[in-house]
């Protein structure tokens, strides 16, 4: 499946609910501080991320809750995170 589809799949999915809404956003990268910075810039509020290490440290998960507007707003920031090396999008 290509990264367009998931994005259309992934939009079909958000078009069933109402907007604007809040949306939790959930990422793995490398437990790397330059990465977290990238995936923590991502976010207007730094307030609402919860960074949780893996077991073995080798990882970060992000989550984060935001007020978001559209579903096309929500699938920009997917795109934006995707562009961050070793991320890995739930």
Not at 45 to 73: C, F, H, R, W
């Amino acid at each position: 499946m290509s990264q367009d589809d998931t994005y259309d799949k992934l939009k079909a999915q958000l078009e069933l609910q109402s907007w604007p809404d809040v949306y939790f956003f959930k990422f793995i990268v490398p437990n790397d501080a330059e990465r977290i910075a990238k995936v923590s810039a991502l976010f207007d509020n730094a307030d609402d991320l919860q960074l949780q290490p893996s077991k073995t440290g080798k990882y970060i998960s992000v989550g984060a809750k935001e007020l978001m507007l559209d579903v096309d707003s929500i699938i920009e920031k997917y795109k934006k995170a995707a562009k961050i090396e070793g991320l890995i999008s739930l």
